[in-house]
């Protein structure tokens, strides 16, 4: 039997997703428990890595084995034992050819910004900026220049890391959304390099502050290389939203 999950964590206190020594890692926690379930030690491959301190409202996972209890009793058995800032909040069944990475047509991510000093309640889930303004609608502008699908090695933080794949990505949505002091990038790809997304955000910072204009942004893709335009936010402002299926 193949389970597709849902999970959610604050990752502000693990050292990401994938399995690291020191066990402090999201797919640790979720393995350990299918140990004690299951009897037997169980692999989760997930959609994706997230980094350290980067959060997921919709990170997905799949795993084999045989549960005859449903869905309901799986959650609720899954949930035992993990801490208060992860939470799987769905589990179903799915053909055995179902694959959280692989079968992934697309994801979702927000990254956060908070114009001023965001309060003890918000500061692990965006990049105060303290003193500094963006201009939402130049940010826009430069959005616009980076839609569609590109080769986007100039917005990865290590070109020869071995988790990149096919440098080319169909960016469908980049935008940035502002209310009041909060402002919150949203985009939309089929898929992403290495901290692209954190990249993306940095970048646009610096036209929102003057920085870099608009349509700096063009050279800067068409580099295909990374350079010191380009800055890399703070984990703690990203977000994985959903993944499309």
Not at 24 to 35: G, N, P, S, Y
Request: charged content about 25%.
């Amino acid at each position: 039997m193949r389970w597709k999950c849902s999970i959610a964590y604050d990752g502000t206190q693990y050292d990401g997703w994938q399995s690291q020594p020191s066990g402090m890692t999201i797919q640790d926690f979720v393995e350990r428990r299918l140990e004690v379930l299951f009897e037997r030690p169980t692999r989760i491959h997930g959609s994706g890595r997230t980094d350290s301190g980067v959060h997921a409202k919709g990170q997905v996972f799949h795993f084999d084995g045989d549960w005859p209890h449903g869905s309901d009793t799986l959650i609720r058995a899954l949930r035992i034992g993990h801490p208060d800032s992860m939470q799987i909040y769905a589990a179903e069944q799915v053909d055995e050819d179902f694959h959280a990475r692989y079968s992934a047509i697309g994801k979702r991510y927000s990254y956060s910004f908070f114009e001023g000093y965001a309060d003890p309640f918000e500061t692990r889930y965006c990049w105060s900026l303290q003193n500094r303004k963006l201009d939402v609608d130049a940010m826009n502008a430069g959005a616009v220049y980076l839609l569609g699908k590109h080769d986007f090695s100039s917005f990865t933080a290590n070109p020869h890391d071995d988790r990149e794949d096919q440098p080319v990505k169909d960016l469908r949505r980049l935008e940035v959304i502002r209310d009041g002091p909060r402002i919150r990038l949203i985009t939309e790809a089929d898929g992403y390099l290495f901290r692209m997304v954190r990249s993306l955000a940095g970048c646009l910072l610096a036209v929102g502050i003057g920085k870099l204009k608009p349509d700096d942004l063009i050279d800067i893709l068409a580099a295909c290389k990374r350079s010191d335009s380009v800055q890399t936010a703070p984990a703690r402002g990203l977000c994985l939203e959903k993944v499309f299926y």
